[in-house]
């Protein structure tokens, strides 16, 4: 197989936490093969940490009326949803969380190389670390079939069932290599010679195998619930993650301690897959990329393009509620402009190369920030203007390698929901807090209400005075403190120009998904020189917040694809209403409803010229919330038969009924008439 499960999702995992752009296959393979410590690769996995950690919004904090109006319509909304999706959740045990289950996967991985030591005499042995959901070892040798896989498992069990006890055994270096040498093992040997301490541990299973190891394992394979580990694919991968170096065949296995964390994991691996946004987006017609207009170039079709401006139009409303002035500006600029913001200093390799225009060079932009500074600074501003908050749904463009493209979550060019804040160093804290408020309103609408949060404080490397940093430091925690947020504190891990805060959300499948953040900055002002007339009217820096809530339009599309699993609530489904003839002797009837639907703002369509049970099941594969059902009976009534998505039947009503029922419904975000 081309793509195996296995390594897609650990790809898929590796880019929802957008690390540097190398391939997670490259495991940088560590000295012993098996450190002490974490592996290497785990780190990438982190993204999906334990449930447990995860920061529960409070509900201590006291919310205005109309927020507190929004956040009930919200909760009415997504709870039925919710209630459906909490039995999909799954919670398991990880390498952090149960040392039984990082043993448990360490000792599998030398259980799976010796059964294919066993069956393949010829194969090689080279590292096999544990990692997010299991473990995975590779071998020099002839590439596998699935049918291998099968056989190798069965060799496993058959090693689990012998109980053989893993027995940890000092040598020296000599020694070690002596014993290697005898079994010819070059890549075992190379390992020996990265091993700086000694004296050498080696692990033996029984009798009959052993390998250089640091542990830890558990007493004796019968320990191992071979019930609640599977292969899982095959795939290629570099020795020492180098091209360069031989190819290796990689097999990757899930380990847990129940036979019932097992079904679960495998359930939540399917329930992924079927919630893939690429494939939903293809399904459902949604958005796609196309070869010929190039990778991480997103085509947004009519279904998904709808929800997008239900998605827009409700955040420039709620922008203009909350005081923010909204902008559009131009996608490029003078290179100089670049210059000034120091992006092409520091920013290079994200950019795009420059545009000749009259012998002046032009820059596509990969921020909106510089843009928004020149509306700050295209007048005088006293320190009664302030905060200026200032909001544009705006387009940037940043330079992707093609191997790094994935989906809607890594794109060439995508509209980032960006705003940003001018104001005075004591209003920081309002701003702040006004932002998770309006940040709660807006990802509460989608059903998100766990949140994990992380406050990064002040680099070593930094701008700004000590004062500053403190201040503004201060008022970040101040305002999560009012809001009543859990946040955990990144020491050290801000930005050089200012203190931030990152919010994720988790998904319905409890996968976390970094959407938002605020972060101050001290050095833009600075490099654009902007300035205020303060109260002694003299000139000051204004403090300048960048913010953006769902991060980037189009990741996070992808992001509601999957939550949803495409099954989107009647307010953003992109066709509302199917009006179903039981024949064509309906169909005027059924074309005058939809005009009649649509005239008062449903997204509605007739479908027809199929038979009755097929029209209905063509409207459940497309996800449409609700079909009202068309005979002779309702026309001579003037009524339709309505069948819900997701409550059955719903009764014969007037089509009057019908839509201010709908109309009830999209105003509560709710799905059930
Ligand atoms: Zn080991
Ligand atoms: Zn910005």
């Avoid at 990329?289 to 279904?303: M, S, Y």
């Avoid at 339009?553 to 209403?577: K, S």
Wanted: one cysteine or more; proline letters at 5%.
């Amino acid at each position: 197989m081309a793509t195996t499960l296995s390594a897609a999702l650990l790809r898929f995992h590796h880019r929802c936490c957008l690390p540097p752009r190398s391939s997670p296959r490259r495991c940088p393979a560590s000295a012993t093969g098996f450190p002490r410590g974490i592996h290497p690769l785990n780190s990438l996995h982190s993204c999906r940490p334990p449930r447990s950690t995860a920061a529960r919004s409070s509900s201590t904090a006291s919310p205005s009326a109309p927020e507190a109006a929004a956040a009930e319509a919200t909760e009415e909304a997504t709870q039925a949803e919710a209630d459906v999706r909490e039995e999909e959740r799954v919670v398991l045990p990880t390498n952090e969380s149960s040392d039984r289950l990082l043993r448990i996967r360490h000792t599998c991985a030398h259980v799976m190389a010796m059964a294919v030591q066993k069956l393949f005499p010829n194969s090689k042995v080279t590292i096999g670390p544990w990692i997010d959901n299991g473990f995975y070892y590779d071998f020099d040798m002839e590439p596998l079939t699935d049918k291998d896989l099968k056989k190798i498992k069965k060799e496993m069990d058959r090693i689990i069932r012998k109980n053989h006890p893993l027995v940890r055994e000092e040598v020296s270096r000599e020694e070690a290599q002596k014993r290697i040498e005898a079994l010819n093992e070059p890549y075992k040997l190379e390992i020996l010679e990265g091993i700086k301490e000694e004296p050498i541990t080696i692990y033996h299973i029984g009798e009959e195998w052993w390998d250089l190891c640091a542990g830890p394992h558990v007493e004796s394979t019968g320990k191992i619930n071979r019930r609640a580990i599977e292969l899982e694919s095959v795939a290629g991968a570099y020795w020492r993650g180098d091209e360069n170096k031989q190819m290796l065949q990689r097999i990757y296995g899930t380990a847990w301690e129940t036979e019932e964390q097992l079904k679960a994991y495998i359930h939540f691996k399917e329930e992924a897959k079927r919630r893939d946004h690429r494939r939903l987006g293809q399904d459902l017609d949604l958005f796609s990329i196309q070869e010929d207009a190039g990778g991480g170039l997103v085509f947004w079709h009519p279904k998904g393009a709808i929800i997008r401006h239900i998605l827009e139009d409700s955040w420039k409303l709620i922008h203009l509620q909350r005081g923010y002035d909204l902008l559009y500006t131009p996608h490029v600029a003078k290179a100089d402009l670049w210059k000034v913001s120091g992006h092409i200093d520091f920013y290079k390799e994200n950019m795009y190369n420059q545009i000749d225009v009259e012998d002046e060079f032009y820059q596509l932009r990969p921020m909106n920030c510089p843009y928004h500074i020149l509306v700050y600074k295209r007048k005088l501003h006293s320190y009664r203007d302030f905060p200026i908050r200032v909001a544009e749904l705006g387009t940037v463009y940043r330079y992707e390698l093609s191997g790094s493209l994935h989906g809607l979550f890594r794109v060439r060019g995508f509209t980032q929901d960006d705003a940003h804040i001018f104001c005075l160093e004591d209003q920081i804290k309002d701003e702040i807090r006004g932002v998770l408020d309006l940040t709660e309103q807006i990802l509460g609408q989608f059903g998100f209400r766990y949140y994990e949060i992380n406050l990064s404080t002040r680099p070593e490397k930094s701008v700004g005075s000590d004062d500053i940093w403190e201040k503004a430091t201060v008022a970040l925690k101040d305002a999560l403190e009012d809001k009543g947020w859990e946040y955990k504190v990144d020491e050290g891990g801000g930005a050089f120009y200012g203190p931030k805060i990152d919010l994720k959300i988790e998904d319905a499948l409890g996968r976390k998904w970094q959407c938002s953040t605020v972060q101050v900055d001290f050095n833009l002002p600075e490099r654009f020189d902007i300035t205020y007339i303060d109260s002694n009217t003299e000139k000051k820096r204004p403090i300048m917040i960048h913010r953006a809530v769902l991060g980037s339009l189009e990741r996070f599309f992808g992001v509601l694809i999957e939550h949803y699993a495409g099954d989107f609530p009647l307010w953003l489904a992109p066709t509302q209403a199917r009006i179903l003839p039981v024949t064509d002797n309906e169909l005027q009837y059924c074309n005058d409803v939809a005009s009649e639907l649509k005239s008062r703002g449903i997204r509605a369509e007739v479908c027809h010229g199929e038979r009755l049970p097929k029209l209905i099941r063509n409207a459940e594969m497309q996800k449409v919330p609700l079909m009202a059902v068309v005979g002779p009976k309702e026309v001579q009534a003037r009524t339709l038969t309505i069948r819900s998505r997701h409550n059955g039947e719903i009764g014969t009503m007037l089509v009057d009924d019908f839509i201010n029922r709908i109309q009830v419904a999209i105003v509560n975000k709710s799905s059930s008439l």
